[in-house]
Every structure is written in structure tokens, then in C-alpha cells.
């Protein structure tokens, strides 16, 4: 049996990953961006900036189970899509560590997809309630 804040806990450890990146990636800006212009990323800080918003907006989604199953599917795309930029040499053994790290994230992400925000969770309080067996729904 799941704990209600089982799931709440979850939720905001894998949202601390990406939160913590981005308060990082977003005090060290320009360093930051001068590594993506090494890469031959174009639009850096632009492509830097959108990474940052992403990481903050839906880590706080997950945080709060709002879109909860959006949510993660959203964050798995950006994680592929990172790892398709920013590692691609596997041959360096930090981007080896940051895939793996990142496919184990995947894997949380999915857990939070297939089993949803849990009772505490915005999405819990804005969902219907459930249909009875009559097929009525019960009233709050």
C-alpha cells in the first residue's frame, strides 16, 4: 500500500534534479552559455534560457501534481532531447554519467506517469469524484 505522501515525496525529488539545475545553470549564465557556443549550439542563451524555464516551470508542476502525467512526459522529452544536445560524445565518461543519471530519472518519470500525483496534489483536488456503482457520481 502506497502512503499518500509516498507519492508527494517522489514528486519532489525528482523535481529537485531539475529545479537545482536550473537555479545553477541560471547563476552561471553566461559560463553556461559560452559552453553551448562551444558546442556549435546556436542561440545559446536563448536555447539556455528556454532550458532553464522548462526545468523550473514543469519541476514546479511535479512538485505541486499539477498536469502530473503531462508533466512527466513533458520532462522525459526535455531529457531525451538534452541528452541528444549536450551528450552525445559517449566517449566522455561524464556524459556517460549524466545518461545514465538521466535514464534513471526517465524511469521515475514513468513511475509518476503510470501511478499519477496521489492524493496530495492539485490534480487530486480538481478531478472528478468517482462514479459510484450505479454509475452516478458521488457528491463532495
Request: no cysteine; glycine share 8%.
Amino acid at each position: 500500500m502506497v502512503n499518500k505522501n509516498t507519492l508527494l515525496f517522489g514528486r519532489i525529488f525528482i523535481s529537485l534534479v531539475f529545479v537545482v539545475s536550473a537555479v545553477r545553470l541560471l547563476l552561471n549564465f553566461k559560463v553556461s552559455a559560452l559552453s553551448l557556443v562551444k558546442m556549435g549550439i546556436p542561440l545559446s542563451e536563448v536555447v539556455l534560457a528556454i532550458g532553464i524555464a522548462v526545468q523550473i516551470v514543469f519541476g514546479l508542476f511535479l512538485i505541486l501534481g499539477y498536469k502530473t502525467r503531462l508533466t512527466a512526459m513533458s520532462l522525459i522529452a526535455f531529457l531525451v532531447l538534452a541528452n541528444l544536445i549536450y551528450h552525445r560524445d559517449l566517449t566522455n565518461i561524464y556524459n556517460q554519467l549524466q545518461v545514465t543519471k538521466d535514464i534513471a530519472i526517465i524511469g521515475g518519470l514513468l513511475y509518476v506517469y503510470l501511478y499519477g500525483p496521489g492524493e496530495t496534489s492539485l490534480d487530486a483536488r480538481s478531478a472528478p469524484p468517482p462514479p459510484t456503482r450505479s454509475g452516478k457520481k458521488k457528491k463532495k
